[in-house]
Each structure stands twice: as structure tokens, then as C-alpha cells.
T-cell receptor
């Protein structure tokens, strides 16, 4: 079983729709969760960073963590064509040696005008 | 300035060549990372430098040799690579090794490497 599982998509939505992305993880010790956006042939860009269960909102983006279910979600409201990208969830299992990110496989999102 | 820069953007090399990838950040971050990303796959961690010392090596073949000359620079020296090493190589940095941080990791744009 992979440490972090993510539906690969592709997920195609019309402009203005809500995009719903999710990941599941296996290790209940994980505490720090991130969502990155990656455009084609570019490096990942940090979108959201959450700790513990609950919701975090930033503009059109909302991240949710449900530790009891080991489930994390990202919602994008009022989606735009510029939101078309691959979205990666990641877990930060930090140690004294450094912060080790474990990524989900990524979900490709296409927002159609 | 929240930028991580990487050079070159693209690199084509033969299996007998020696080349180097360069990464630079001026955010005062004390942890730097190399990742490898194959097409349609997530980034995979290769190396972590913490306070300019190699702290994590994810069992990477010795044909990849990292170097951290100072706190702002990170190099990846390549020698005798194989075609299957063709990938996007990403550099990242984070503020304080070993602590959770809302800044977590910033990534550079990557170097796209092709090994012939």
C-alpha cells in the first residue's frame, strides 16, 4: 500500500464549477499536509499548508483534513481555465535531518472555458 | 524574494559525459533538496542537505553526486548516466531543517535532462 494515494484523473470541469480533489494516507502519525499545483514542465508551487484536522481557506481554495479518516481534500471554487494543472497532495514527515515530502500521484485537472 | 533558480533549463548529454546541475536560493533557507520527477509521476526525493551537510540520501546511485558549496548553492554532478535517468530534476529549499514550517518547501522550475 502506498503511503499517499491520489486519484490520477483527469478531472474535467466547466469554468466556474467547484473542483474537488482528495487524497488518502496510511500513516496516522502524519500531521502536516500540503497541496501543490504543477503546470506542465514547471516546478510544483505550494498552494495550501495545513496542520491537524479542520478547514483552511485561502481565496478560492479550501483545504480540509480529516485525521480520523486519514483523508485530505482540496476544493477550488469558481474554477478558471488557468487552474488547469496537476495537483499534488503531500505529507511532510519532518525529521532533524530535514523535511521529507511524500507525494500522492497527482490529479490532472482541466477547466474548460 | 521567494525564488529558487535552476540552471540549465534543459540539458542533453551522452552516457559518457560529465555535467552538473546548479540550484540557487537567497531566502536564507538552511535545507536544500534534490528531487527527480518522471513524466506523469510525482517528484521523488533524492538528497537532502541540512545546514550544508548531506543528511538524507535516498539510496541514489553513485552516478549522481550532490554538493553543497554554501548555504545558497546546491549542485548535482552527473556522470555515466543511463537513458532511464532522463527526467525533470527539481531543487527545493525550506527554512529550518527538522521543524514543521508554514513555508515548507519552495521548488525551482527544474532542469529537464535527456540522456542519449
Amino acid at each position: 500500500q502506498k503511503e499517499v494515494e491520489q486519484d490520477p484523473g483527469p478531472l474535467s470541469v466547466p469554468e466556474g464549477a467547484i473542483v474537488s480533489l482528495n487524497c488518502t494516507y496510511s500513516n496516522s502519525a502524519f500531521q502536516y499536509f500540503m497541496w501543490y499545483r504543477q503546470y506542465s514542465r514547471k516546478g510544483p508551487e505550494l498552494l495550501m499548508y495545513t496542520y491537524s484536522s479542520g478547514n483552511k481557506e485561502d481565496g478560492r481554495f479550501t483545504a480540509q483534513v480529516d485525521k480520523s479518516s486519514k483523508y485530505i481534500s482540496l476544493f477550488i471554487r469558481d474554477s478558471q481555465p488557468s487552474d488547469s494543472a496537476t495537483y499534488l497532495c503531500a505529507i511532510d514527515s519532518y525529521k532533524a535531518a530535514g523535511n521529507k515530502l511524500t507525494f500522492g500521484g497527482g490529479t490532472r485537472v482541466l477547466v474548460k472555458p | 524574494d521567494t525564488e529558487v533558480t535552476q540552471t540549465p533549463k534543459h540539458l542533453v548529454m551522452g552516457m559518457t559525459n560529465k555535467k552538473s546541475l546548479k540550484c540557487e536560493q537567497h531566502m536564507g533557507h538552511r535545507a536544500m533538496y534534490w528531487y527527480k520527477q518522471k513524466a506523469k509521476k510525482p517528484p521523488e526525493l533524492m538528497f537532502v542537505y541540512s545546514y550544508e551537510k548531506l543528511s538524507i540520501n535516498e539510496s541514489v546511485p553513485s552516478r549522481f553526486s550532490p554538493e553543497c558549496p554554501n548555504s545558497s548553492l546546491l549542485n548535482l554532478h552527473l556522470h555515466a548516466l543511463q537513458p532511464e535517468d532522463s527526467a525533470l530534476y527539481l531543487c527545493a529549499s525550506s527554512p529550518t531543517p527538522g521543524t514543521p514550517s508554514t513555508d515548507t518547501q519552495y521548488f525551482g522550475p527544474g532542469t529537464r535532462l535527456t540522456v542519449l
